[in-house]
């Protein structure tokens, strides 16, 4: 048989072929971004909860120890208690201006198995407020 009802029979099936392989892709390439979206997020919260932190212990009457408790408050509220076990606080002297320096350590979130393992280190600052 020749003609139009035999043009295309090596193409049977490619579909689904192509189906797969693009989905994978898609797949993958949704996972990365999630993943980078959840990294980027608890980056910006445990800087922010630094700032705040540093702020925070900066005030008059306060120590770097209050700072790095209000830093691990902020971080059990916000994310998760595991966010904040490593957090410390001192006093910094910066080109003559005292600050306070909160220092967040906290492990990257992994989705699934894809992703980076390790720690992220973050600072927040602010300077000391004078009596």
């Given at each position: 048989m020749t003609g139009p009802a035999?043009?295309?029979?090596?193409?049977?099936g490619s579909a689904i072929v192509d189906f797969t392989l693009v989905g994978g892709l898609v797949v993958v390439l949704f996972a990365s971004v999630l993943q980078l979206a959840?990294?980027?997020h608890v980056r910006n919260t445990c800087v922010d909860a630094a700032a705040e932190g540093a702020r925070?212990?900066?005030?008059v009457g306060r120590a770097p120890a209050d700072g790095a408790q209000r830093t691990a408050?902020?971080?059990?509220?916000?994310?998760a208690e595991r966010y904040a076990t490593d957090v410390t606080a001192r006093r910094?002297?910066?080109?003559?201006?005292?600050?306070v320096e909160v220092t967040v350590r906290v492990?990257?979130?992994?989705?699934?198995?894809?992703?980076?393992?390790?720690?992220m280190e973050l600072d927040g600052h602010a300077p000391v407020e004078q009596p």
């Open positions: 035999r043009t295309g029979g090596a193409d049977r959840l990294v980027q925070y212990a900066a005030q408050d902020l971080l059990r509220a916000s994310l910094v002297d910066a080109a003559g201006l005292a600050l492990p990257l979130p992994v989705v699934g198995l894809l992703g980076p393992g390790g720690v």
